[in-house]
């Protein structure tokens, strides 16, 4: 299993945008997908759970589940810049 980080982490905010949360890796980033996300699941949150446990498998590099997580994340307007 990789256990590789992300080069820069991605902020999600969570609580209305009060808190936020720094995700540093794909296991993380399914974390944040199945028990924060604002929104119910769409084709954004299923691509991005399904990159991020390729990714942890060794099976994609970590940039295409780092690119899966940013892109849902800031369509479900979670995305902190």
């Known amino acids: 299993m990789q256990t590789d980080i992300w080069d820069k982490p991605i902020e999600i905010t969570y609580d209305g945008g009060d808190h936020f949360r720094s995700v540093c890796n794909p296991r993380e980033a399914l974390a944040c997908l199945a028990n924060s996300w604002p929104a119910s699941p ?10 991020c446990l390729k990714a942890m498998a060794g099976e994609v590099p970590l940039s295409v589940a780092e690119a899966a997580f940013t ?5 479900a307007g979670v995305l902190r810049h």
């Open 71 to 75: 892109k849902a994340a800031e369509a």
């Open 42 to 51: 769409g084709k954004l949150e299923s691509a991005a759970k399904r990159a």
